[in-house]
């Protein structure tokens, strides 16, 4: 009976060795215990072609690493995505990084580029009654230190960072008036914090919506920039951020102030050479063309696929100056039933539109 | 007998207790839902009866559906389909003009009745909002020459085809071919099997194209010829004879129809298009109306029967879809 007695401690020990080693064993796990698979890389034609993915709202790990190898089989090498800062630090102080770490591990597995795009304000950090899209003066270091954190929780696997999205856009700046001066503030503020975190980043601004509008609601893209320059934003971004929606015209329709079209892209690109930054680069991180059955700004779904290629060629072989094309969309966790649904690349089930199987033939040669 | 009694009396109790429970569960049900919920009330129905007028908000941008005549006021299929319902009911339409994308949220605000609108059914709002039967179906038929069809329609693949689709139908998922359910990959594998080796015409890019895509992978000897447009997809099957079926929207392929039939003469079988089975790729068209309008449902449903068995959705079609 005494012997029996004393080996309990024995036994309670070897459980106790054994619970911890598994617990470290999962800890360490650099995949955070995602169901990654091998390895991958991106065979393609073209290495500007990308895609801005919406994983944002997509909670099935299965789903996401199903919609990264689509991309990846597409022949597309980088990917544009949303990380919003109210889904990671809801909570101020507390960070969840469980969404974002699966969606960037799954990426590079891939052999994707990821393009991080950030904003979304969390409840915390703004008034009562704004939208997350409203960011007072006073939260732009919050702001900062959130990117600052996402830097260096990402430094190895996040090369390019976008700050904000759309500001040109009242709707996009919380409905406050729009103003390229404070947009330069917040990144005089978030730039150097990035930076800071991981020197290595990239850090792209702008991210305008196409517009002719000039009012209480939106700002012309191309004043925007210039006024953007004028206020100082040249030191305070590496790479400029372009949205160029095609509406109804084809990719050879040339550049025109009073136009929005593809080479609207080259008005923009005028102004960054005007100000003194013909050294950096560009990249469209949102874009494409619509083929919605009854939106007067789509193309027929034909149209579609050649612009959309011809974009890609345009890139490649006439802007030097232009690292990478990602339309938008990849595919939606669920139908918008409306015009968006016919940005997408695949339906929300996955099946692959004919625009995705045919940009696929010009990047890898595959069907 | 004295223990029966006994029994019975001691079953007392317990029933109280599941009666109680029972109440509490639909109190708790009801207070959660946001209160009782009556099947017979419908304040949109009563509140259309008091006014006397039935507010249909429309985006009069998609014809021949709706679109604004030449005198800038709201006309077309669901225009006129509207009209009827009212007619009926002894009400004044009152059309609402609103952007599409608005539509649903303009009813979930009281600001209208009820949405005519070429509006696609969405099951992710069926809490939000009540839906009709579908009175139009616009997604993508495959139709073939009426003179090739009965040749078609002898075959036993054509059969079993024709027992899936009805199958589907029955179990709410006409068309419906994003969830890959067996009965689904059933009818794309006959579907397939029906057109091996044939050449399908299709639009390029579009979704008649993507279904010819599917039905490809699974028998290669499929040969798609994709065309720029529904018109072109149309003319080329008149035009070559080798094409042995299309891939297309049921709107198109009505106003072909229709352009047949309104020419005066029978269609010429060579030419004449047929489709073959319920729609491929469904997208069918329903009025939605505010959440739980149980009459208001039950009036329009009713009435839709009604409509189709006389022929007068027919009659809509044959206005509206001619040339």
Redesign the interface.
């Given at each position: 009976m005494k012997q029996k007695h004393a080996a309990y401690p024995w036994l309670v020990l070897v459980a106790l060795l054994l619970g911890a080693s598994v617990i470290i064993s999962l800890a360490d796990r650099a995949d955070g215990g995602f169901d990654l698979g091998p390895q991958r890389t991106v065979r393609t034609n073209n290495p500007k072609i990308g895609i801005h993915t919406r994983l944002t709202d997509e909670v099935e790990e299965v789903k996401i690493r199903k919609s990264l190898e689509m991309v990846r089989e597409m022949g597309a090498t980088w990917i544009v995505e949303y990380f919003p800062w109210a889904y990671v630090e809801n909570e101020r102080g507390v960070y969840k990084w469980n969404h974002s770490d699966m969606v960037i591990q799954h990426a590079q597995r891939q052999g994707l580029t990821t393009i991080a795009r950030l904003g979304f304000v969390p409840e915390w950090a703004r008034p009562q009654e704004t939208t997350p899209l409203y960011l007072a003066p006073d939260q732009f270091s919050a702001f900062g230190d959130f990117a600052a954190k996402f830097a260096t929780r990402y430094a190895d696997q996040v090369s390019h960072i976008i700050i904000w999205n759309e500001p040109n856009l009242g709707m996009e700046w919380g409905y406050q008036p729009v103003s390229p001066e404070q947009y330069v503030e917040m990144l005089r503020v978030v730039y150097p914090r990035i930076k800071a975190a991981n020197p290595d980043v990239q850090v792209l601004a702008g991210a305008l919506a196409p517009t002719l509008a000039n009012d209480q609601s939106a700002m012309n893209d191309l004043l925007f920039l210039q006024r953007m320059y004028d206020a100082g934003a040249a030191q305070y971004f590496d790479i400029l951020a372009i949205h160029a929606y095609g509406w109804n015209f084809p990719p050879d329709e040339p550049p025109n102030p009073a136009v929005v079209n593809l080479r609207r892209s080259e008005l923009l690109r005028d102004i960054m050479v005007d100000n003194g930054d013909a050294h950096k680069t560009a990249m469209l991180t949102e874009g494409g063309w619509n083929d919605h059955p009854r939106w007067t700004r789509a193309v027929r779904p034909g149209q579609r696929i050649d612009y959309t290629i011809e974009a890609y060629e345009i890139a490649l072989n006439e802007w030097d100056w232009l690292e990478s094309v990602n339309p938008w969309v990849f595919r939606y966790p669920w139908d918008a039933k409306s015009y968006q649904d016919y940005y997408t690349f695949v339906r929300t089930d996955f099946e692959p539109k004919p625009i995705y199987s045919e940009v696929k033939r010009y990047a890898t040669g595959m069907e | 007998m004295s223990e029966e009694k006994n029994a019975s009396r001691a079953l007392h109790p317990l029933l109280y207790l599941l009666i109680g429970s029972l109440l509490a569960l639909l109190l708790a049900k009801a207070i959660s839902s946001g209160g009782f919920f009556f099947p017979f009330s419908d304040p949109t129905w009563s509140a259309m009866q008091s006014r006397g007028t039935w507010r249909v908000g429309m985006d009069p941008?998609?014809p021949p559906f709706e679109s604004l005549d030449a005198e800038g006021k709201p006309a077309g299929y669901d225009l006129d389909l509207a009209q009827l319902f009212a007619d009926e009911w002894g009400l004044q339409l009152e059309i609402v003009p609103i952007g599409?994308?608005s539509l649903l949220d303009a009813l979930r605000t009281g600001q209208i009745d009820s949405v005519i609108s070429?509006l696609?059914f969405?099951p992710?709002?069926t809490q939000d909002v009540t839906y009709s039967e579908p009175y139009f179906e616009a997604g993508i038929r495959l139709a073939v020459r009426s003179s090739d069809a009965e040749q078609m329609r002898s075959t036993d693949v054509f059969e079993e085809l024709s027992r899936d689709m009805t199958a589907s139908a029955a179990n709410g998922n006409e068309g419906n071919n994003?969830?890959?359910n067996g009965t689904s990959i059933q009818i794309r594998k006959n579907m397939a099997a029906l057109l091996s080796g044939k050449e399908v015409a299709v639009?390029?890019?579009?979704m008649g194209?993507?279904v010819g895509?599917?039905l490809q992978r699974i028998d290669p000897t499929i040969e798609l010829l994709?065309y720029?447009?529904p018109n072109e997809v149309i003319i080329a099957l008149q035009d070559n004879s080798n094409i042995g079926a299309v891939l297309i929207d049921n709107i198109t392929l009505l106003q072909f129809q229709r352009s047949q039939l309104q020419s005066g003469q029978s269609p010429n079988p060579a030419s004449a298009l047929i489709e073959i089975g319920p729609a491929v790729e469904g997208n069918p068209y329903v009025i939605a109306m505010p959440y739980r309008s149980s009459k208001l449902q039950t009036e329009i449903n009713y009435l839709l029967q009604m409509f189709q068995a006389s022929g007068r959705l027919s009659d809509l079609e044959q206005i509206w879809f001619s040339p």
């Open positions: - | 941008s998609f599409f994308d070429a696609p969405d992710r709002t994003n969830e890959s639009e390029w890019g579009s194209d993507m895509r599917q994709p720029e447009t």
